[in-house]
């Protein structure tokens, strides 16, 4: 009855005749509210600073015909929901797509995380992927929505204009391929890097209390319209997790390779690692713990810097160019479903890296950053 009620709200919502959709449609809601408080030393003229942010927090509706045949379609249409009033980003700014599925496997068309992103993020035991516990400014300088090839430095990528398939799962071995469309660049009229578009390709395997992953992303053309040569870009990753008893490890290496657009030529390359634990200890009480680091940036000297995204920025080539990051969380479960933690973040910049903790930006090179937090998600 409850399911019912849904649908037939959502039809009102839309438009459509709703006691039709209830007999019919499986459309569902579903989303994550998550609110993060806190206190950062960011350093330099900006000091202590408080923030609120509102990471992964998003609202949903998805949906699932039967087409006969072994064969469905299926929708979905996920937006950013800020409880904060901050970032309104709108419909469908998240992961959302349009596609059919079979025996075949699913072929799907939309906004969505590349499968280099949806195999790595699995591995991130121990830490988020953005907020003050994010470690994608060292691991991938950064991870939000992009449009086209914008942010070059960043591979945690939720790209638009996406044409994905995912394999069928075999005893849980799994596939996934994505490349983008050219929407962005309809308008360009040639020159170098005119036509810049993504490939990725991810593959897992997961069974009982083993997940192991892999992925490789190269982006064509990303230099810039216009740059004196072409420039394409590459990244991979392996990773896995082990959970024993209450206790969940995991770790991920990544590197990224950055070709420079100028005449001068050469590349950029960096690598970056995370090792984490995630421990059930008691009833509802948990502890988090994680290690992340970025090494040195090697490549030609006075190479430019690659900008990510949140104000990350890969620096240039040179020693002294990496960072580590230390966090630990306390953690307790009121239910299955909402979860409060409390914490501490460290990020150690060698002299010459400028990382940020996720969320405040600023950081001047060699400073060290650090913060206290706390978080309340609920999931539902």
């Known amino acids: 009855m409850q399911k019912k009620l849904m649908a037939v709200a959502v039809a009102g919502m839309l438009g459509a005749p709703a006691v039709a959709l209830a007999q019919s449609s499986t459309v569902q809601i579903y989303g994550t509210l998550y609110m993060e408080y806190s206190r950062i030393d960011q350093g330099g003229p900006r000091q202590d600073v408080d923030i609120l942010q509102t990471p992964g927090s998003n609202i949903g509706f998805k949906g699932e015909e039967k087409l006969g045949g072994g064969l469905s379609a299926w929708f979905q249409c996920e937006s950013t929901a800020d409880i904060r009033g901050q970032e309104q980003d709108g419909w469908c700014s998240r992961n959302s797509a349009l596609g059919l599925k079979g025996g075949f496997g699913n072929v799907f068309f939309g906004n969505w995380d590349t499968p280099f992103k949806r195999t790595i993020s699995p591995t991130n035991v121990g830490g ?27 591979f945690k990528r939720r790209q638009n204009n996406t044409i994905n398939y ?178 501490y973040v460290k990020l150690d910049n060698e002299d010459a890296a400028a990382y940020n903790i996720l969320g405040v930006s600023g950081a001047t090179a060699g400073s060290n950053p650090d913060a206290w937090g706390m978080g309340l998600r609920h999931t539902f």
């Open 166 to 343: 995912d394999s069928p799962n075999f005893a849980g071995f799994q596939v996934m391929l994505a490349t983008m469309s050219l929407n962005h660049v309809t308008a360009v009229t040639g020159g170098t890097n005119s036509k810049p578009r993504l490939w990725s390709i991810g593959a897992q395997y997961s069974a009982g209390p083993l997940y192991v992953s892999a992925g490789y992303e190269k982006h064509n053309e990303f230099g810039g319209i216009g740059a004196a040569r072409e420039a394409d870009d590459k990244g991979w990753h392996v990773g896995a997790a082990y959970t024993w008893g209450p206790v969940r490890v995991g770790g991920q290496f990544t590197q990224q390779k950055f070709e420079h657009s100028t005449t001068a030529g050469g590349e950029s390359k960096v690598k970056a690692w995370h090792v984490g634990v995630d421990w059930n200890i008691a009833g509802p009480h948990g502890l988090r713990a994680a290690y992340t680091q970025a090494d040195d940036v090697k490549g030609p000297a006075g190479a430019p810097a690659i900008a990510g995204s949140q104000s990350q920025v890969r620096p240039s080539p040179g020693g002294n160019t990496g960072a580590k990051m230390y966090q630990i969380r306390y953690v307790y479960n009121f239910s299955k479903r909402t979860e409060f933690t409390f914490g």
């Open 128 to 154: 988020n992927d953005t907020g003050v516990w994010g470690t994608a400014n060292l691991l991938t300088a950064g991870s939000t929505t992009f449009n086209g090839a914008a942010s070059r430095g960043a």
